[in-house]
């Protein structure tokens, strides 16, 4: 337990170092994070780093998820309900298609694990996408509609995931029937939405009875974590779960204003610095662990071709999924302009998810390997490549001012 909490706080000093740096050279912080991680292993220092399944889902995705979700208006959101929902069900479903068939075709990958990486890498990681932006200070209508569609994006891969995965694992068709799907997507969608409805509802209830903004944030918190956690319990989707959690305590508590609201005015401030905080921690600590992990990766495994061609095909299965699916949209009053398009494909990137994913498949898994490398690739390239191009693409699009 020392030596954990002494590697815990040694992440958190060299992540408030590349903090400050970062923003003086103007680098994303995200990337800055994932190089010092690189060179940290690189030099062989002992880091006890342990970028596991259960560290991802227990302990960062929670906070990422529920400060991106409590700071997102209902009133905003709803306008653009319609294609964040496609672009974030439809959209991971061609995404993973795209993926998948370019695995089987150019690099013979069985049909089994090609589903199965195709649905994990096709989550856009709003950890990765929130950093960029709080980095580079998009607002408005992008903002929202990058931050609420990764969000239901996770959702939709995590679910596809265990359907692929249910699929490739199954003995006999009656474990992989059209009734068994519907049981798996009702069961996490449906589990997952009740579940962060339950808990926002009641730390809601709660604080209604409270005045005391300490008491009033930590119900927050074990919204948060409890949500995931229980959703979990039950086997249906903790991502979802959080992420309903979230929204509800955001428009109903911390983001309103009015006087009948059910938290105190230094609840509501304390909760938003809270949950800032914590997601400044927790992206600290995951795309250090990422740039830790990623120096000790067989890349050479697969070989360079199977993984430029894996990079490829996740860029072409997002730009296949943004493109085609708002042109459905585009004579109507949620129409989607094109530059805004560009973002939502590049801005695409992938992160902690996928990763977590891909750490949870057993060793004994086809191709278990070759999954795991080349997510790190994609995650990597996706985070360093696209992260730091990110801003150029946003300064010539017009949505920055040159500093």
Not at 36 to 47: C, D, N, P, R, W
Request: glycine share 8%.
């Amino acid at each position: 337990m020392d030596d954990i909490l002494a590697h815990t706080v040694g992440y958190l000093c060299v992540g408030i170092i590349v903090a400050i740096l970062a923003r003086r050279i103007r680098l994303p912080y995200t990337v800055g994070l994932v190089f010092t991680g690189v060179i940290l292993a690189l030099t062989g220092v002992e880091t006890g780093a342990m970028l596991t399944h259960d560290f991802i889902f227990d302990i960062i995705l929670p906070p990422l998820l529920f400060e991106a979700a409590l700071n997102i208006q209902w009133s905003e959101l709803k306008r653009d309900m319609l294609p964040v929902l496609v672009l974030a069900s439809l959209g991971v479903l061609i995404s993973a298609a795209v993926v998948a068939f370019g695995m089987i075709k150019f690099l013979g990958w069985p049909a089994g694990p090609a589903a199965v990486f195709g649905a994990l890498i096709a989550a856009t990681d709003p950890i990765a996408v929130l950093a960029m932006f709080k980095d580079t200070g998009i607002e408005g209508r992008l903002k929202l509609l990058v931050e609420s569609e990764s969000l239901f994006n996770d959702a939709a891969a995590a679910v596809l995931f265990a359907l692929a995965l249910t699929w490739v694992t199954a003995t006999d068709g009656s474990q992989f029937s059209p009734a068994k799907t519907a049981e798996i997507v009702s069961s996490m969608v449906g589990g997952g939405i009740v579940v962060g409805l339950a808990c926002g509802g009641l730390a809601i209830l709660i604080a209604g009875r409270t005045e005391d903004h300490l008491v009033e944030t930590a119900l927050t918190a074990v919204a948060a974590y409890g949500s995931f956690l229980l959703a979990e319990s039950f086997h249906s989707s903790g991502v979802l779960a959080t992420v309903t959690a979230g929204l509800l305590m955001g428009n109903l508590g911390v983001l309103r204003h009015e006087v009948d609201n059910s938290l105190s005015s230094e609840g509501r401030t304390y909760a938003i610095a809270l949950w800032d905080f914590a997601a400044f921690i927790a992206n600290s600590l995951i795309f250090l662990l990422i740039g830790l992990r990623v120096a000790a990766i067989p890349f050479e495994g697969i070989g360079a071709e199977a993984v430029l061609v894996a990079i490829a095909l996740v860029l072409a299965g997002r730009a296949l999924a943004v493109y085609p699916l708002c042109l459905i949209f585009r004579s109507s009053d949620v129409a989607i302009p094109m530059p805004e398009q560009h973002v939502l494909w590049w801005g695409g990137l992938r992160g902690a998810l996928a990763l977590a994913l891909a750490l949870s498949l057993p060793l004994t898994f086809p191709y278990h390997d070759e999954i795991l490398v080349a997510a790190f690739a994609v995650v990597v390239f996706s985070v360093v490549a696209q992260g730091l191009t990110m801003p150029l693409l946003l300064r010539r699009l017009g949505f920055l001012t040159p500093r």
